[in-house]
């Protein structure tokens, strides 16, 4: 027996219309399968779309914030959120960009407990603040991750980011969304 990957309607990537298929084809191509989000939103493929375009705007782009630094906020403030879709892919995700097969386990368990430089820490601590405390962010919340070297566009993308998945993180919750085995092992050192 298959276990469900989601708890609404899911499609395969042959069902997608032709701009989606072309986009999701593409993605499946470079990791060798069809991640599970893009079958469980693909039942609605203008959000779909809506959420592809956000990400690809926040997460593809030309930016300060390195692409490892990114998937760092996902991975912290999933983690919070309690989202294990996406702690487990974005986990992978890090793991890889960043080369180091540990850190995505520390920061998605427990992000304030994770040895990272000053620069990272201060990247976890607004994208936490945020996350979990966003009324309450203050004009010394955005000086203390000035002091540490970031700029206002960097806070600007941590907090996009931050945003934008926490969305992620509530289709996830809402749908059951399981991660795709393949993602478990990626960016692990093989043991021998």
Do not use: Q
Request: net charge negative; with cysteine; charged share 30%.
């Amino acid at each position: 027996m298959t276990e469900s990957i989601s708890r609404f309607p899911v499609v395969e990537l042959d069902e997608l219309p032709d701009d989606l298929r072309e986009r999701v084809g593409a993605i499946a191509e470079r990791s060798g399968f069809v991640p599970n989000i893009f079958r469980a939103l693909g039942h609605r493929p203008a959000e779909l779309r809506a959420f592809l375009d956000y990400h690809d705007a926040l997460m593809e782009r030309e930016s300060p914030l390195s692409k490892a630094e990114r998937e760092l906020v996902i991975v912290a403030t999933s983690g919070a959120n309690h989202c294990t879709y996406c702690v487990v892919v974005h986990g992978a995700i890090l793991r890889i960009r960043s080369k180091e097969p540990e850190i995505a386990d520390h920061v998605g368990i427990n992000p304030y407990g994770a040895e990272l430089d000053p620069r990272r820490r201060a990247i976890v601590d607004l994208a936490l603040s945020l996350a979990l405390e966003s009324a309450s962010l203050s004009e010394d919340d955005l000086d203390d991750a000035r002091d540490a070297g970031l700029s206002d566009e960097e806070i600007w993308d941590i907090g996009a980011i931050t945003a934008l998945f926490a969305m992620s993180n509530r289709l996830a919750h809402l749908t059951a969304l399981r991660p795709n085995a393949e993602f478990f092992g990626m960016g692990r050192e093989p043991r021998g």
